[in-house]
């Protein structure tokens, strides 16, 4: 499982990048994804909208068994 996550974060990676930021994965654990932000997006006030209508949801098309992505 984290080798998919860690594929599908490639292509979140290289969206936020252009931006200026950046995503670390940070573990797994039943079913929950923590990432953590960095660059730009750490302390962007649409980080949150960032999150849940681009990161999450592409993570959860490429790996179904994610329950939820959280940051950390």
Not at 11 to 33: F, H, P, W, Y
Not at 46 to 54: E, G, H, L, R, V
Request: glycine content about 8%.
């Amino acid at each position: 499982m984290k080798e998919k996550i860690e594929k599908a974060l490639e292509k979140v990676r290289s969206a936020l990048q252009q931006d200026g930021g950046d995503i670390e994965l940070v573990g797994i654990e039943n079913g929950v994804v923590k990432v953590r932000l960095k660059g730009a997006c750490a302390g962007c006030p649409m980080s949150q909208m960032t999150m849940a209508n681009f990161v999450e949801a592409e993570l959860k098309k490429s790996v179904p068994e994610i329950k939820k992505v959280q940051a950390v």
